[in-house]
């Protein structure tokens, strides 16, 4: 599976606003790292610019945990600090301005949360990366999913996917590739089922079956970091379909180079991050020219 263009800069009259403006909705009082990890992930996946959607009590805490490169936003939160269904008139106000949305990753389970979630999977017109708490959110409403007005990709593992569809998880895991490809016809979605051997289903029954990663990383927040990589790639122009797939790849390749360096049993979600360059860079070897003096 070659990479596409978007991840090779060829082009030297690029900008950064070539590369995608993503809006992270992620993160709550006590998972403010979900937050930070996608975030980076999505900087360091090639991404021109990300932006933090943040609970307005946490936006200093977070400014300090994120990396600089990454710019957030306060929005409004509700009494036990996490997001308030009323962020989401400033945020349907403003989404106009970004190429992708990312939501789910930490923000939590409150009913005012949850409701908050499933307007932004209906009526975002923007591509929308859906993981975590806001698959929870879905869970009991996944027929919205024929209402939305944009694309959406869904990243469950097992568990998730069982809250889904009513199905037990070892029928989940004996029937992978059918269960995903059936959800994402009867859904309109790109469906990405995490576990060893992912597999990403397109709404036209495409099925592919990734064959990077590693046990090592089954560690948190690691899922974090591949809604930030998946989220990154829809905002440089690929496809759901092409997004996810490659998300699941180079996420599964980054992971593999971590666990040779710090060991399947002592790597954690950062060392997924800080290898996404690397196996970047891999697949586009720069070409050596010579020059004489």
């Given amino acids: 599976m070659p990479l596409p263009a978007p991840l090779s800069r060829v082009d030297p009259r690029s900008s950064k606003k070539d590369f995608g403006h993503l809006l992270i909705i992620a993160g709550s009082p006590s998972m403010l790292g979900a937050s930070a990890l996608c975030s980076l992930a999505a900087m360091r996946s090639g991404a021109g610019m990300v932006t933090a959607a943040v609970p307005r009590g946490l936006n200093s805490i977070l400014q300090k ?11 409004d939160q509700s009494r036990a600090g996490s997001y308030s269904f009323k962020a989401y008139g400033q945020i349907k106000k403003i989404w106009s301005r970004f190429d992708t949305l990312a939501i789910g990753p930490g923000i939590g389970r409150e009913l005012s ?13 923007k591509p929308l990366v859906i993981d975590a708490d806001a698959l929870f959110a879905l869970a009991g409403h996944v027929d919205i999913l024929n209402k939305a007005q944009g694309a959406r990709v869904l990243t469950p593992h097992a568990g998730e996917m069982s809250r889904l569809t009513h199905r037990i998880i070892k029928e989940i895991e004996a029937n992978r590739s059918k269960i995903a490809r059936d959800f994402a016809k009867q859904y309109n979605c790109v469906l990405l089922l995490k576990g060893h051997e992912t597999i990403v289903a397109s709404p036209e029954g495409k099925i592919y079956i990734n064959k990077t990663g590693n046990v090592g990383m089954a560690t948190a927040g690691s899922g974090d970091v ?14 759901p379909y092409e997004a996810a797939c490659y998300g699941a790849r180079l996420h599964g390749a980054a992971g593999d180079r971590a666990a040779k360096i710090k060991s399947k049993a002592g790597m954690i979600a950062t060392d997924i991050i800080d290898s996404i360059p690397y196996v970047l860079r891999q697949s586009f070897p720069l070409k050596r020219t010579s020059h004489r003096c």
């Fill in 113 to 125: 949360t949850q409701r908050l979630a499933r307007e932004i999977i209906i009526y975002c017109p």
């Fill in 226 to 239: 591949l809604t930030g990589m998946i989220a990154a790639f829809l905002g440089q122009g690929m496809s």
């Fill in 65 to 75: 945990k994120i990396s600089n490169c990454v710019m957030t936003m306060p929005l």
